[in-house]
């Protein structure tokens, strides 16, 4: 199944990004506010366009149910409880080197990689809580779906391993492996 694929194909991917400076920083002692806050405006930067371009791609965005799933209000509303204001917000810096999403094969494997961290996001979600004394505020993106999480991921992982024949398997996987390196690359970047 092309579901059992991507995790095998791109578990590669998934070590090299967590071992990304930025999200072992995330396992520190001395994680600091500042730091989380600075992760979240990165995120937010990735998230603004590659959302918009899932957006082309209506029939997905009804398959899914994207409307409960995209990223982009949970980090709005994060980074305005921790005090960034809309000026700043809407003055943070874009990503423009985007994995691809022409296709909707092409998309689905950029969506796997979204849908997926959110899924491993809950182990660190409760980090996180603990180490930086969020109360409940600023933790929405970590916290993804809450309970719902493990049945949102499966609902997903359903569409895509229905959906995807065997001649595609390749384009979502590349585009998968694409996601992870546009994000890193974006997430390891001095902007
Ligand atoms: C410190 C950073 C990270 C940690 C500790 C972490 C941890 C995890 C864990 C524990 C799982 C497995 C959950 C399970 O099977 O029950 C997981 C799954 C996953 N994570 Fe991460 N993750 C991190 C960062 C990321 C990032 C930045 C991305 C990409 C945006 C990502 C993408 C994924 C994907 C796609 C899966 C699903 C794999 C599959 O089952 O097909 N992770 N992660």
């Not at 979204?114 to 980090?127: D, L, P, V, W």
């Not at 499966?154 to 398997?169: C, G």
Request: aromatic share 10%; proline share 4%.
């Amino acid at each position: 199944m092309i579901s059992e694929t991507l995790k095998a194909q791109t578990a590669a991917c998934h070590d090299a990004i967590e071992n990304a400076r930025r999200f072992t920083r995330l396992g520190s002692e001395d994680f600091s506010r500042d730091e989380y806050v600075e992760m979240l405006t990165r995120f937010y930067g990735f998230y603004k366009p590659l959302e918009e371009a899932f957006r082309l791609h209506p029939t997905l965005m009804t398959a899914l149910n994207y409307q409960q799933r995209f990223k982009l209000p949970l980090l709005i509303q994060d980074l305005t409880d921790l005090g960034v204001s809309t000026e700043a917000l809407e003055a943070l810096p874009l990503c423009t080197d985007l994995p691809p999403t022409a296709s909707m094969a092409q998309t689905l494997g950029c969506i796997y990689v979204m849908e997926g961290s959110t899924h491993g996001a809950q182990f660190i979600a409760k980090r996180l809580q603990a180490k930086l004394q969020l109360d409940d505020k600023g933790l929405s993106y970590y916290r993804g779906y809450g309970s719902q999480t493990m049945s949102q991921w499966k609902a997903f992982k359903d569409y895509l391993d229905a959906t995807i024949t065997p001649v595609d398997e390749p384009v979502v996987v590349a585009a998968a492996t694409q996601a992870f390196e546009c994000l890193q690359r974006w997430m390891d970047s001095d902007h």
